[in-house]
């Protein structure tokens, strides 16, 4: 998506891990008519899937996810970081490392939004070594309902996340996929 890598390009900041920060526009002030856009691009990709969840993470996915869901009129849903008092009865649930802060956390939703007719798009802002991904995946696989596919904004191509779940298959359609990034700049595929 054009909108996006001009973003990416005019207001990225590309920190060690790497990290690429889009704190400007996505991850912190949000740019609601690029994130809509961005809704509106993945849900016309899976258009034709019969959808019939959005599964996210808490936080940062859930603003596309959102878009996502208006575009293609289904419930979105984010898996909560944490157990926390208000996450009552039933729950799936699974252990996610984070990318950005190295830490492994628990991922819980609760049962009553997950059900096995249920046709899950998984959406989230990046896609890096694939942990997010395979922990939603294992969430939809608890509730024994199908996965469309995965809609995320940015991937990282350079990390292996992409192209190991493309090999086990899954669909991903990523918005913008950086090949290459350093001090150099930003190289898109
Ligand atoms: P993965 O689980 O695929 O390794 O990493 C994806 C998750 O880590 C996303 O949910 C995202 O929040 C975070 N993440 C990974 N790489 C980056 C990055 O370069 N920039 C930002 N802002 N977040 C990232």
Do not use: H, Q, T
């Given at each position: 998506m054009?909108?996006?890598?001009e973003r990416i390009l005019s207001e990225g900041k590309i920190l060690p891990g790497p990290v690429l920060k889009?704190?400007?526009f996505l991850n912190h002030q949000m740019d609601p008519d690029l994130i809509m856009e961005i809704g509106a691009e993945i849900g016309e990709r899976f258009k034709d899937e019969e959808v019939t969840k959005i599964l996210t993470i808490e936080s940062s996915g859930i603003a596309i996810a959102l878009a996502v869901g208006a575009a293609l009129h289904v419930p979105v849903i984010f898996a909560k970081k944490h157990r926390t008092s208000n996450v009552s009865g039933e729950v799936y649930q699974t252990m996610v490392h984070s990318y950005t802060h190295n830490v492994d956390y628990t991922v819980v939703v609760e049962s009553e939004f997950?059900?096995?007719?249920?046709?899950?798009?998984?959406?989230?802002d990046f896609l890096a070594n694939g942990k997010a991904l395979e922990g939603l995946m294992e969430l939809v696989a608890q509730s024994g309902g199908r996965i469309a596919g995965a809609g995320i904004a940015i991937e990282k191509g350079f990390q292996d996340g992409g192209s190991n779940l493309k090999a086990k298959g899954l669909r991903i359609e990523s918005m913008a996929v950086i090949d290459k990034m350093d001090e150099n700049g930003i190289i898109f595929r």
């Open positions: 054009k909108a996006l890598e889009v704190s400007s997950l059900k096995p007719d249920d046709n899950v798009l998984l959406v989230d």
